[in-house]
Protein backbone atom coordinates (compact mmCIF):
# COMPACT_ATOMS: atom_id res chain seq x y z
CA UNK A 1 0.00 0.00 0.00
CA UNK A 2 2.90 2.45 0.47
CA UNK A 3 4.13 2.03 -2.78
CA UNK A 4 0.80 3.10 -4.35
CA UNK A 5 0.74 5.95 -1.77
CA UNK A 6 3.90 6.88 -3.12
CA UNK A 7 3.07 6.33 -6.99
CA UNK A 8 -0.19 8.36 -6.48
CA UNK A 9 1.77 11.38 -4.64
CA UNK A 10 4.63 10.76 -7.68
CA UNK A 11 1.18 11.86 -10.57
CA UNK A 12 -0.62 14.05 -7.90
CA UNK A 13 2.88 16.18 -7.91
CA UNK A 14 1.82 17.59 -12.04
CA UNK A 15 -1.01 19.30 -10.53
CA UNK A 16 1.39 21.50 -7.70
CA UNK A 17 -0.35 24.74 -9.00
CA UNK A 18 -4.06 23.46 -8.44
CA UNK A 19 -2.98 21.08 -4.82
CA UNK A 20 -1.54 24.99 -3.52
CA UNK A 21 -4.64 26.90 -4.62
CA UNK A 22 -7.00 24.29 -3.46
CA UNK A 23 -5.22 24.22 -0.19
CA UNK A 24 -5.36 27.93 -0.18
CA UNK A 25 -9.34 28.28 -0.78
CA UNK A 26 -9.70 25.52 1.64
CA UNK A 27 -7.97 27.40 4.44
CA UNK A 28 -9.56 30.76 3.42
CA UNK A 29 -13.39 29.31 3.28
CA UNK A 30 -12.59 27.27 6.83
CA UNK A 31 -11.60 30.67 8.34
CA UNK A 32 -14.35 32.43 6.97
CA UNK A 33 -16.82 29.69 7.87
CA UNK A 34 -15.69 29.21 11.61
CA UNK A 35 -15.23 33.38 11.91
CA UNK A 36 -19.25 33.14 12.15
CA UNK A 37 -19.38 31.50 15.21
CA UNK A 38 -17.24 34.40 16.95
CA UNK A 39 -20.31 36.97 15.27
CA UNK A 40 -22.84 35.25 17.10
CA UNK A 41 -20.80 35.02 20.24
CA UNK A 42 -20.33 39.10 20.03
CA UNK A 43 -24.46 39.55 19.24
CA UNK A 44 -25.32 36.69 22.24
CA UNK A 45 -22.85 38.99 24.90
CA UNK A 46 -24.46 42.46 23.19
CA UNK A 47 -27.54 41.49 23.83
CA UNK A 48 -26.64 39.96 27.70
CA UNK A 49 -24.66 43.10 28.50
CA UNK A 50 -26.69 45.85 27.01
CA UNK A 51 -29.98 44.25 25.77
CA UNK A 52 -30.99 43.93 22.13
CA UNK A 53 -29.56 47.45 20.00
CA UNK A 54 -30.38 46.26 16.63
CA UNK A 55 -28.45 48.46 14.54
CA UNK A 56 -25.35 46.75 16.38
CA UNK A 57 -26.96 43.13 15.81
CA UNK A 58 -28.57 44.01 12.12
CA UNK A 59 -24.98 44.52 11.85
CA UNK A 60 -23.13 41.95 13.06
CA UNK A 61 -25.70 39.46 11.52
CA UNK A 62 -24.98 41.15 7.78
CA UNK A 63 -21.75 40.74 8.59
CA UNK A 64 -22.16 37.05 9.33
CA UNK A 65 -24.09 37.01 6.28
CA UNK A 66 -21.36 38.11 3.72
CA UNK A 67 -18.92 35.66 5.35
CA UNK A 68 -21.24 32.97 4.71
CA UNK A 69 -21.78 33.88 1.00
CA UNK A 70 -18.00 34.44 0.33
CA UNK A 71 -17.43 30.88 2.05
CA UNK A 72 -19.92 29.52 -0.52
CA UNK A 73 -18.12 30.55 -3.56
CA UNK A 74 -14.98 29.74 -2.17
CA UNK A 75 -15.76 26.07 -1.57
CA UNK A 76 -17.55 25.94 -4.69
CA UNK A 77 -14.08 27.06 -6.58
CA UNK A 78 -12.41 24.77 -4.13
CA UNK A 79 -14.82 21.57 -5.54
CA UNK A 80 -14.24 22.63 -9.04
CA UNK A 81 -10.41 22.79 -8.52
CA UNK A 82 -10.52 19.28 -6.73
CA UNK A 83 -12.56 17.68 -9.50
CA UNK A 84 -10.12 18.57 -11.95
CA UNK A 85 -7.29 17.50 -10.10
CA UNK A 86 -9.39 13.99 -9.68
CA UNK A 87 -9.99 13.87 -13.16
CA UNK A 88 -6.59 14.94 -14.73
CA UNK A 89 -4.71 12.13 -12.21
CA UNK A 90 -6.88 9.47 -13.37
CA UNK A 91 -6.75 10.62 -16.86
CA UNK A 92 -3.04 10.29 -16.57
CA UNK A 93 -2.84 6.60 -14.98
CA UNK A 94 -5.00 5.28 -17.47
CA UNK A 95 -2.87 6.87 -20.17
CA UNK A 96 -0.39 5.54 -18.38
CA UNK A 97 -2.16 1.93 -17.84
CA UNK A 98 -3.12 1.96 -21.82
CA UNK A 99 0.76 2.87 -22.72
CA UNK A 100 1.82 -0.07 -20.61
CA UNK A 101 -0.60 -2.59 -22.57
CA UNK A 102 0.57 -1.39 -25.66
CA UNK A 103 4.11 -1.96 -24.58
CA UNK A 104 3.22 -5.13 -22.94
CA UNK A 105 5.23 -8.41 -23.86
CA UNK A 106 2.92 -10.93 -25.92
CA UNK A 107 3.19 -13.81 -22.97
CA UNK A 108 1.76 -11.45 -20.87
CA UNK A 109 -1.40 -10.63 -22.93
CA UNK A 110 -1.66 -14.05 -23.61
CA UNK A 111 -1.34 -15.24 -19.91
CA UNK A 112 -3.88 -12.42 -18.07
CA UNK A 113 -7.50 -13.02 -19.11
CA UNK A 114 -8.96 -9.91 -21.38
CA UNK A 115 -11.49 -9.49 -18.88
CA UNK A 116 -9.34 -8.45 -15.96
CA UNK A 117 -7.45 -5.79 -17.60
CA UNK A 118 -10.52 -4.31 -19.04
CA UNK A 119 -11.98 -4.32 -15.23
CA UNK A 120 -8.32 -2.92 -13.99
CA UNK A 121 -8.27 0.42 -16.99
CA UNK A 122 -11.94 1.09 -16.89
CA UNK A 123 -14.10 -0.05 -13.59
CA UNK A 124 -10.79 0.18 -11.14
CA UNK A 125 -9.95 3.44 -12.69
CA UNK A 126 -13.42 4.67 -12.18
CA UNK A 127 -13.74 3.05 -8.21
CA UNK A 128 -10.08 5.35 -7.81
CA UNK A 129 -11.85 8.12 -9.48
CA UNK A 130 -14.97 8.44 -6.90
CA UNK A 131 -12.74 7.64 -3.73
CA UNK A 132 -9.91 10.41 -4.76
CA UNK A 133 -12.50 12.96 -5.36
CA UNK A 134 -14.30 11.84 -2.25
CA UNK A 135 -10.80 12.15 0.36
CA UNK A 136 -9.97 15.61 -1.90
CA UNK A 137 -13.01 17.14 -1.22
CA UNK A 138 -12.82 15.97 2.98
CA UNK A 139 -8.86 15.65 2.95
CA UNK A 140 -7.94 19.56 2.58
CA UNK A 141 -11.21 21.01 4.15
CA UNK A 142 -10.92 18.72 6.80
CA UNK A 143 -7.09 19.85 7.66
CA UNK A 144 -7.63 23.42 7.71
CA UNK A 145 -11.11 23.01 9.78
CA UNK A 146 -8.96 20.72 12.63
CA UNK A 147 -6.15 23.43 12.62
CA UNK A 148 -8.20 26.87 12.27
CA UNK A 149 -11.31 25.60 14.73
CA UNK A 150 -8.16 24.88 17.41
CA UNK A 151 -6.65 27.98 17.37
CA UNK A 152 -9.86 29.89 17.49
CA UNK A 153 -10.49 27.68 20.48
CA UNK A 154 -7.34 28.22 21.77
CA UNK A 155 -8.17 32.03 21.58
CA UNK A 156 -11.01 31.80 23.52
CA UNK A 157 -10.11 29.18 26.25
CA UNK A 158 -6.88 27.42 26.51
CA UNK A 159 -8.24 25.02 28.99
CA UNK A 160 -11.49 24.03 27.24
CA UNK A 161 -9.54 23.73 23.79
CA UNK A 162 -6.90 21.29 25.17
CA UNK A 163 -9.83 18.89 26.75
CA UNK A 164 -10.94 18.62 22.43
CA UNK A 165 -7.36 18.15 21.99
CA UNK A 166 -6.69 15.39 23.66
CA UNK A 167 -9.49 13.54 23.64
CA UNK A 168 -10.55 13.54 20.03
CA UNK A 169 -7.61 12.15 18.35
CA UNK A 170 -9.37 8.19 19.87
CA UNK A 171 -11.19 8.83 17.17
CA UNK A 172 -8.37 8.32 14.87
CA UNK A 173 -7.35 5.35 16.77
CA UNK A 174 -10.60 3.68 16.48
CA UNK A 175 -11.17 4.33 12.58
CA UNK A 176 -7.65 3.13 11.70
CA UNK A 177 -7.88 -0.04 14.39
CA UNK A 178 -11.04 -0.98 11.70
CA UNK A 179 -9.77 0.07 8.62
CA UNK A 180 -6.86 -1.59 8.59
CA UNK A 181 -8.38 -4.87 8.88
CA UNK A 182 -10.83 -3.81 6.05
CA UNK A 183 -7.79 -3.54 3.71
CA UNK A 184 -7.77 -7.11 2.85
CA UNK A 185 -11.38 -7.63 2.28
CA UNK A 186 -11.60 -4.72 -0.12
CA UNK A 187 -8.60 -5.88 -2.21
CA UNK A 188 -10.33 -9.64 -2.48
CA UNK A 189 -13.24 -7.80 -3.46
CA UNK A 190 -11.50 -6.19 -6.58
CA UNK A 191 -10.19 -9.42 -7.82
CA UNK A 192 -13.41 -10.90 -7.58
CA UNK A 193 -14.89 -8.01 -9.65
CA UNK A 194 -12.15 -8.66 -12.32
CA UNK A 195 -12.71 -11.75 -12.68
CA UNK A 196 -16.38 -11.06 -12.78
CA UNK A 197 -15.46 -8.89 -15.55
CA UNK A 198 -13.66 -11.14 -17.42
CA UNK A 199 -16.37 -13.92 -17.32
CA UNK A 200 -18.92 -11.04 -19.08
CA UNK A 201 -16.33 -10.40 -21.73
CA UNK A 202 -16.05 -14.02 -22.56
CA UNK A 203 -19.20 -14.98 -22.72
CA UNK A 204 -20.18 -11.56 -24.75
CA UNK A 205 -16.99 -12.15 -26.99
CA UNK A 206 -18.35 -16.22 -27.50
CA UNK A 207 -22.47 -15.30 -27.77
CA UNK A 208 -22.78 -17.41 -30.44
CA UNK A 209 -20.85 -21.11 -29.35
CA UNK A 210 -21.82 -20.30 -26.16
CA UNK A 211 -25.92 -20.64 -28.13
CA UNK A 212 -25.01 -22.81 -30.32
CA UNK A 213 -23.67 -25.78 -27.46
CA UNK A 214 -26.34 -24.97 -24.99
CA UNK A 215 -23.60 -23.62 -22.30
CA UNK A 216 -25.83 -20.76 -21.36
CA UNK A 217 -26.89 -22.78 -17.98
CA UNK A 218 -23.31 -23.63 -17.24
CA UNK A 219 -22.37 -20.12 -17.82
CA UNK A 220 -24.84 -18.89 -15.39
CA UNK A 221 -23.89 -21.13 -13.00
CA UNK A 222 -20.26 -20.10 -13.11
CA UNK A 223 -21.45 -16.21 -12.94
CA UNK A 224 -23.95 -16.79 -9.91
CA UNK A 225 -20.88 -18.75 -7.95
CA UNK A 226 -18.44 -15.61 -8.53
CA UNK A 227 -21.27 -13.09 -7.65
CA UNK A 228 -21.78 -15.17 -5.02
CA UNK A 229 -18.16 -14.84 -3.75
CA UNK A 230 -18.38 -10.51 -4.22
CA UNK A 231 -21.63 -10.57 -2.19
CA UNK A 232 -19.73 -12.54 0.59
CA UNK A 233 -16.85 -10.43 0.48
CA UNK A 234 -18.45 -6.79 -0.29
CA UNK A 235 -20.60 -7.75 2.81
CA UNK A 236 -17.92 -8.35 5.33
CA UNK A 237 -16.26 -5.63 3.64
CA UNK A 238 -18.78 -3.14 3.99
CA UNK A 239 -19.97 -3.99 7.73
CA UNK A 240 -16.19 -3.98 9.06
CA UNK A 241 -15.94 -0.67 7.34
CA UNK A 242 -19.27 0.92 8.56
CA UNK A 243 -18.37 0.14 11.94
CA UNK A 244 -15.78 2.99 11.96
CA UNK A 245 -18.38 6.27 11.61
CA UNK A 246 -20.89 5.00 14.38
CA UNK A 247 -17.66 4.23 17.05
CA UNK A 248 -16.24 7.50 16.03
CA UNK A 249 -19.35 9.36 16.80
CA UNK A 250 -19.69 7.66 19.91
CA UNK A 251 -15.81 9.10 21.02
CA UNK A 252 -16.93 12.52 19.26
CA UNK A 253 -20.05 12.83 21.19
CA UNK A 254 -17.89 11.94 24.44
CA UNK A 255 -15.61 14.39 23.42
CA UNK A 256 -18.22 17.13 23.05
CA UNK A 257 -19.81 16.13 26.78
CA UNK A 258 -16.41 16.88 28.14
CA UNK A 259 -16.07 20.36 26.06
CA UNK A 260 -19.74 21.06 27.26
CA UNK A 261 -18.93 20.09 30.83
CA UNK A 262 -15.50 22.20 30.80
CA UNK A 263 -16.54 24.84 29.33
CA UNK A 264 -20.11 25.36 31.38
CA UNK A 265 -18.02 25.17 34.40
CA UNK A 266 -15.80 28.04 33.12
CA UNK A 267 -18.67 30.12 32.20
CA UNK A 268 -20.02 29.98 35.91
CA UNK A 269 -16.39 30.32 37.57
CA UNK A 270 -16.48 33.75 35.28
CA UNK A 271 -13.61 32.14 33.29
CA UNK A 272 -15.71 32.98 30.22
CA UNK A 273 -18.83 34.47 28.43
CA UNK A 274 -22.04 33.40 27.83
CA UNK A 275 -20.91 34.22 24.01
CA UNK A 276 -17.89 32.61 24.16
CA UNK A 277 -19.48 29.28 25.72
CA UNK A 278 -21.46 29.81 22.09
CA UNK A 279 -18.33 29.80 19.96
CA UNK A 280 -16.72 27.31 21.70
CA UNK A 281 -19.17 25.08 21.49
CA UNK A 282 -19.62 25.55 18.02
CA UNK A 283 -16.18 25.13 17.47
CA UNK A 284 -15.69 22.05 19.28
CA UNK A 285 -18.39 20.20 17.43
CA UNK A 286 -16.58 22.10 14.29
CA UNK A 287 -13.67 20.02 15.55
CA UNK A 288 -15.08 16.82 15.62
CA UNK A 289 -17.13 16.69 11.96
CA UNK A 290 -13.88 16.48 9.67
CA UNK A 291 -12.99 12.93 12.31
CA UNK A 292 -16.59 11.92 11.32
CA UNK A 293 -16.72 13.31 8.19
CA UNK A 294 -13.31 11.08 6.94
CA UNK A 295 -14.41 7.71 9.06
CA UNK A 296 -17.67 8.18 6.93
CA UNK A 297 -15.78 7.60 3.79
CA UNK A 298 -13.47 5.18 4.73
CA UNK A 299 -15.65 2.45 2.73
CA UNK A 300 -14.68 4.30 -0.29
CA UNK A 301 -11.41 5.66 0.20
CA UNK A 302 -10.14 1.76 1.35
CA UNK A 303 -11.69 1.01 -1.89
CA UNK A 304 -9.97 3.65 -3.79
CA UNK A 305 -6.63 2.49 -3.17
CA UNK A 306 -7.00 -1.20 -3.61
CA UNK A 307 -8.52 -0.01 -6.76
CA UNK A 308 -5.71 1.91 -7.41
CA UNK A 309 -3.40 -0.46 -6.65
CA UNK A 310 -4.39 -3.25 -9.44
CA UNK A 311 -3.89 -0.40 -11.30
CA UNK A 312 -0.16 0.88 -10.95
CA UNK A 313 0.44 -3.18 -10.72
CA UNK A 314 -0.43 -3.22 -14.57
CA UNK A 315 1.81 0.50 -14.88
CA UNK A 316 4.72 -1.20 -12.86
CA UNK A 317 4.81 -4.85 -15.19
CA UNK A 318 8.39 -4.57 -17.08
CA UNK A 319 8.00 -3.97 -20.90
CA UNK A 320 9.20 -5.99 -23.43
CA UNK A 321 12.91 -5.01 -23.69
CA UNK A 322 13.50 -1.74 -25.82
CA UNK A 323 15.39 -1.96 -29.02
CA UNK A 324 16.38 1.63 -28.87
CA UNK A 325 19.50 2.73 -30.39
CA UNK A 326 19.13 -0.46 -32.64
CA UNK A 327 19.51 -0.46 -36.15
CA UNK A 328 16.31 -0.56 -39.02
CA UNK A 329 15.87 -3.17 -41.03
CA UNK A 330 16.78 -2.15 -44.76
CA UNK A 331 16.44 -3.24 -48.62
CA UNK A 332 14.87 -6.45 -47.47
CA UNK A 333 15.36 -9.16 -50.21
CA UNK A 334 13.95 -12.23 -48.15
CA UNK A 335 17.00 -13.88 -46.58
CA UNK A 336 15.78 -15.96 -43.46
CA UNK A 337 18.02 -18.05 -41.51
CA UNK A 338 16.53 -20.21 -38.27
CA UNK A 339 19.63 -21.42 -36.40
CA UNK A 340 19.76 -23.84 -33.76
CA UNK A 341 16.49 -22.40 -32.59
CA UNK A 342 14.98 -23.96 -29.05
CA UNK A 343 11.60 -22.32 -27.78
CA UNK A 344 8.96 -22.77 -25.00
CA UNK A 345 5.78 -21.25 -23.82
CA UNK A 346 6.70 -22.63 -20.01
CA UNK A 347 9.69 -24.43 -19.26
CA UNK A 348 8.05 -27.92 -18.33
CA UNK A 349 7.28 -28.74 -21.60
CA UNK A 350 8.80 -28.48 -24.20
CA UNK A 351 8.00 -27.20 -27.80
CA UNK A 352 10.36 -26.46 -30.61
CA UNK A 353 14.14 -28.11 -30.05
CA UNK A 354 17.14 -27.74 -31.96
CA UNK A 355 15.37 -25.85 -34.99
CA UNK A 356 17.22 -25.11 -38.44
CA UNK A 357 15.96 -23.45 -41.43
CA UNK A 358 17.61 -21.35 -44.18
CA UNK A 359 15.66 -19.46 -46.56
CA UNK A 360 16.32 -17.69 -49.86
CA UNK A 361 14.86 -15.00 -51.50
CA UNK A 362 11.26 -15.58 -53.30
CA UNK A 363 11.29 -19.15 -52.00
CA UNK A 364 7.59 -20.12 -50.68
CA UNK A 365 7.60 -22.13 -47.29
CA UNK A 366 4.94 -24.18 -46.46
CA UNK A 367 4.89 -25.51 -43.15
CA UNK A 368 2.12 -28.26 -41.90
CA UNK A 369 1.17 -30.53 -39.52
CA UNK A 370 -0.78 -31.81 -37.06
CA UNK A 371 -2.03 -29.37 -34.06
CA UNK A 372 0.16 -27.86 -31.53
CA UNK A 373 3.08 -28.91 -33.75
CA UNK A 374 4.77 -25.72 -33.85
CA UNK A 375 3.60 -23.97 -37.05
CA UNK A 376 1.65 -20.74 -35.96
CA UNK A 377 5.11 -20.99 -32.92
CA UNK A 378 7.07 -20.48 -35.25
CA UNK A 379 5.22 -17.84 -37.33
CA UNK A 380 5.26 -15.48 -33.65
CA UNK A 381 9.15 -16.79 -33.70
CA UNK A 382 9.85 -15.25 -37.13
CA UNK A 383 8.00 -11.70 -36.46
CA UNK A 384 9.48 -11.72 -32.69
CA UNK A 385 6.28 -12.06 -31.35
CA UNK A 386 8.16 -14.45 -28.91
CA UNK A 387 12.00 -14.30 -28.22
CA UNK A 388 13.59 -17.93 -28.73
CA UNK A 389 15.51 -19.82 -25.86
CA UNK A 390 18.29 -20.48 -27.67
CA UNK A 391 19.87 -19.84 -31.03
CA UNK A 392 19.02 -17.19 -33.26
CA UNK A 393 16.81 -16.22 -35.90
CA UNK A 394 18.52 -13.82 -38.91
CA UNK A 395 17.12 -11.61 -41.98
CA UNK A 396 19.60 -10.17 -44.37
CA UNK A 397 22.17 -11.79 -41.86
CA UNK A 398 20.96 -9.52 -38.83
CA UNK A 399 19.83 -10.91 -35.53
CA UNK A 400 16.35 -10.15 -35.49
CA UNK A 401 17.17 -9.51 -31.83
CA UNK A 402 19.21 -6.85 -32.93
CA UNK A 403 17.08 -4.50 -34.81
CA UNK A 404 13.94 -2.61 -33.99
CA UNK A 405 10.95 -4.54 -34.09
CA UNK A 406 8.90 -1.77 -36.50
CA UNK A 407 11.62 -2.37 -39.21
CA UNK A 408 11.20 -6.33 -38.98
CA UNK A 409 7.14 -6.18 -38.78
CA UNK A 410 7.61 -3.73 -41.54
CA UNK A 411 8.92 -5.87 -43.60
CA UNK A 412 5.97 -8.72 -43.18
CA UNK A 413 2.69 -8.97 -44.59
CA UNK A 414 0.73 -10.77 -42.58
CA UNK A 415 -3.02 -12.51 -42.87
CA UNK A 416 -4.30 -15.11 -40.15
CA UNK A 417 -7.52 -17.19 -39.71
CA UNK A 418 -8.59 -14.90 -37.19
CA UNK A 419 -9.26 -11.63 -38.56
CA UNK A 420 -9.10 -8.11 -37.02
CA UNK A 421 -10.68 -5.50 -37.76
CA UNK A 422 -10.46 -1.94 -36.31
CA UNK A 423 -13.23 0.43 -35.81
CA UNK A 424 -13.23 2.85 -38.57
CA UNK A 425 -14.70 2.73 -42.26
CA UNK A 426 -13.85 -0.09 -44.89
CA UNK A 427 -11.39 2.04 -45.79
CA UNK A 428 -9.47 2.61 -42.81
CA UNK A 429 -9.09 -1.08 -42.49
CA UNK A 430 -7.69 -1.38 -45.95
CA UNK A 431 -5.02 1.06 -45.42
CA UNK A 432 -3.69 0.44 -42.17
CA UNK A 433 -0.60 -0.65 -43.70
CA UNK A 434 -0.43 2.35 -46.14
CA UNK A 435 -1.95 5.22 -44.91
CA UNK A 436 -1.18 7.66 -47.79
CA UNK A 437 -2.32 4.68 -50.13
CA UNK A 438 -4.01 6.67 -53.47
CA UNK A 439 -8.04 6.20 -54.39
CA UNK A 440 -6.80 4.02 -57.33
CA UNK A 441 -4.40 2.13 -55.43
CA UNK A 442 -6.88 0.65 -53.09
CA UNK A 443 -9.42 -0.10 -56.10
CA UNK A 444 -6.79 -1.76 -57.74
CA UNK A 445 -6.27 -4.32 -53.77
CA UNK A 446 -9.63 -4.80 -53.54
CA UNK A 447 -10.23 -5.75 -56.99
CA UNK A 448 -7.11 -8.06 -56.94
CA UNK A 449 -8.56 -9.83 -54.20
CA UNK A 450 -12.35 -10.18 -55.24
CA UNK A 451 -13.51 -7.85 -52.26
CA UNK A 452 -13.88 -5.14 -54.75
CA UNK A 453 -17.08 -6.15 -55.99
CA UNK A 454 -18.98 -6.60 -52.61
CA UNK A 455 -18.01 -3.20 -50.78
CA UNK A 456 -19.31 -1.68 -53.72
CA UNK A 457 -22.80 -3.46 -52.78
CA UNK A 458 -22.20 -1.93 -49.07
CA UNK A 459 -24.10 1.48 -48.29
CA UNK A 460 -21.78 3.65 -48.48
CA UNK A 461 -19.09 1.52 -50.46
CA UNK A 462 -15.55 2.35 -49.04
CA UNK A 463 -17.07 4.44 -46.51
CA UNK A 464 -19.32 2.25 -44.85
CA UNK A 465 -18.60 2.21 -41.41
CA UNK A 466 -17.49 -1.42 -39.08
CA UNK A 467 -16.99 -2.08 -36.07
CA UNK A 468 -13.61 -3.93 -34.27
CA UNK A 469 -15.74 -7.44 -35.29
CA UNK A 470 -16.82 -6.65 -38.43
CA UNK A 471 -20.76 -5.89 -37.56
CA UNK A 472 -22.78 -7.42 -40.43
CA UNK A 473 -19.67 -8.67 -42.47
CA UNK A 474 -19.51 -12.59 -42.71
CA UNK A 475 -16.11 -14.06 -41.70
CA UNK A 476 -15.09 -14.48 -44.89
CA UNK A 477 -15.74 -10.58 -45.98
CA UNK A 478 -13.53 -9.81 -42.84
CA UNK A 479 -10.77 -11.91 -44.49
CA UNK A 480 -10.79 -10.37 -47.81
CA UNK A 481 -10.46 -7.49 -46.50
CA UNK A 482 -7.32 -8.57 -44.48
CA UNK A 483 -6.00 -9.88 -47.62
CA UNK A 484 -6.72 -6.67 -49.35
CA UNK A 485 -4.93 -4.94 -46.75
CA UNK A 486 -1.94 -6.96 -47.61
CA UNK A 487 -2.07 -6.77 -50.89
CA UNK A 488 -1.95 -3.10 -50.81
CA UNK A 489 1.20 -3.23 -48.54
CA UNK A 490 3.24 -4.94 -51.11
CA UNK A 491 5.85 -6.15 -48.06
CA UNK A 492 8.48 -7.89 -48.76
CA UNK A 493 7.61 -10.92 -46.81
CA UNK A 494 4.56 -12.87 -46.60
CA UNK A 495 3.28 -14.63 -43.38
CA UNK A 496 -0.19 -16.82 -44.57
CA UNK A 497 -1.86 -18.06 -41.61
CA UNK A 498 -4.72 -20.04 -42.93
CA UNK A 499 -5.40 -16.97 -44.96
CA UNK A 500 -8.22 -18.40 -46.83
CA UNK A 501 -9.81 -20.60 -44.57
CA UNK A 502 -12.96 -19.04 -44.55
CA UNK A 503 -13.03 -17.92 -47.99
CA UNK A 504 -15.56 -20.43 -50.46
CA UNK A 505 -14.16 -22.44 -52.62
CA UNK A 506 -14.55 -20.76 -55.74
CA UNK A 507 -13.28 -16.88 -54.41
CA UNK A 508 -10.81 -18.95 -52.92
CA UNK A 509 -9.42 -20.11 -56.22
CA UNK A 510 -9.07 -16.70 -57.64
CA UNK A 511 -7.57 -15.22 -54.32
CA UNK A 512 -5.21 -18.11 -54.76
CA UNK A 513 -4.61 -16.79 -58.20
CA UNK A 514 -4.09 -13.03 -56.55
CA UNK A 515 -1.50 -15.07 -54.33
CA UNK A 516 0.67 -15.95 -56.80
CA UNK A 517 0.91 -12.56 -58.29
CA UNK A 518 0.97 -11.51 -54.54
CA UNK A 519 4.16 -13.84 -53.79
CA UNK A 520 5.85 -13.46 -56.98
CA UNK A 521 9.42 -12.75 -56.15
CA UNK A 522 9.10 -12.56 -52.33
CA UNK A 523 10.03 -14.68 -49.50
CA UNK A 524 6.61 -16.51 -48.37
CA UNK A 525 5.72 -18.43 -45.21
CA UNK A 526 2.54 -20.51 -45.89
CA UNK A 527 0.54 -22.38 -42.95
CA UNK A 528 -1.83 -24.63 -44.16
CA UNK A 529 -4.39 -27.62 -43.31
CA UNK A 530 -5.45 -27.88 -46.57
CA UNK A 531 -2.64 -29.66 -48.24
CA UNK A 532 -4.08 -28.23 -51.87
CA UNK A 533 -3.35 -24.97 -51.14
CA UNK A 534 0.33 -25.56 -50.79
CA UNK A 535 1.17 -27.87 -53.47
CA UNK A 536 3.23 -24.98 -55.68
CA UNK A 537 5.27 -24.20 -52.82
CA UNK A 538 9.21 -24.98 -53.49
CA UNK A 539 9.47 -26.35 -49.71
CA UNK A 540 7.18 -27.94 -47.61
CA UNK A 541 8.51 -28.26 -44.13
CA UNK A 542 6.37 -31.11 -42.06
CA UNK A 543 6.36 -30.38 -38.28
CA UNK A 544 5.24 -33.06 -35.82
CA UNK A 545 6.53 -31.92 -31.67
CA UNK A 546 8.45 -28.99 -32.36
CA UNK A 547 10.40 -31.07 -34.98
CA UNK A 548 10.64 -30.66 -39.09
CA UNK A 549 10.27 -34.42 -39.71
CA UNK A 550 10.28 -33.91 -43.68
CA UNK A 551 11.24 -31.33 -46.10
CA UNK A 552 11.25 -30.62 -49.80
CA UNK A 553 8.67 -30.43 -52.80
CA UNK A 554 5.20 -32.20 -52.92
CA UNK A 555 6.55 -34.28 -55.17
CA UNK A 556 9.43 -35.30 -53.31
CA UNK A 557 7.32 -35.95 -50.11
CA UNK A 558 5.02 -38.00 -51.82
CA UNK A 559 7.51 -40.27 -53.00
CA UNK A 560 8.93 -40.83 -49.37
CA UNK A 561 5.41 -42.12 -48.44
CA UNK A 562 6.12 -40.82 -45.41
CA UNK A 563 3.90 -38.19 -42.83
CA UNK A 564 3.40 -35.85 -45.64
CA UNK A 565 1.82 -38.58 -47.48
CA UNK A 566 -0.26 -40.27 -44.72
CA UNK A 567 -1.28 -36.19 -43.67
CA UNK A 568 -2.41 -35.47 -47.36
CA UNK A 569 -3.59 -39.22 -48.39
CA UNK A 570 -5.99 -38.42 -45.32
CA UNK A 571 -7.57 -35.80 -47.28
CA UNK A 572 -8.34 -37.08 -50.47
CA UNK A 573 -9.04 -40.79 -49.74
Not at 96 to 106: Q, R
Not at 154 to 159: A, D, E, R, V
Not at 391 to 410: C, F, H, M, Y
Request: a neutral charge.
Amino acid sequence: MKKTVKNLLKLLGKSRAALFVSIILAAASVSLSLYVPILFGDAIDEIVETGIRFEVVSRLLFRAGIVVAATAVLQWAMGMINNRITFDTVKRVRDLAFEKIESLPLSYIDSHAVGDLLSRVISDADQFADGLLMGFSQFFTGIATILVTLGFMLYINPKVALVAALLTPLSIFVARFVAKNTHSLFQKQSVIRGEQTALIDEMIGGAKAVSAYGYENRAQERFIEINGRLETTSRKAIFYSSLVNPTTRFVNALVYAAVCLAGALTAISGGMSVGGLSAILAYANQFTKPFNEISGVVTELQNAIVCAQRIFELIDEPSQPSDEGFPALSEIKGNVAIENVSFSYSSDRPLIRNFDLKVSPGSRIAIVGPTGCGKTTLINLLMRFYDVDSGRITVEGLNIAKITRESLRRGYGMVLQDTWLRSGTIRDNIIMGKPDASEEEITEAAKATHAHSFIKRLPQGYDTPVGEDGGNLSAGQRQLLCITRVMLSAPPMLILDEATSNIDTKTELRVQRAFEKLMKGKTSFIVAHRLSTIMSADRILVMRDGNVIEQGSHGELMEKGGFYAELYNSQFS
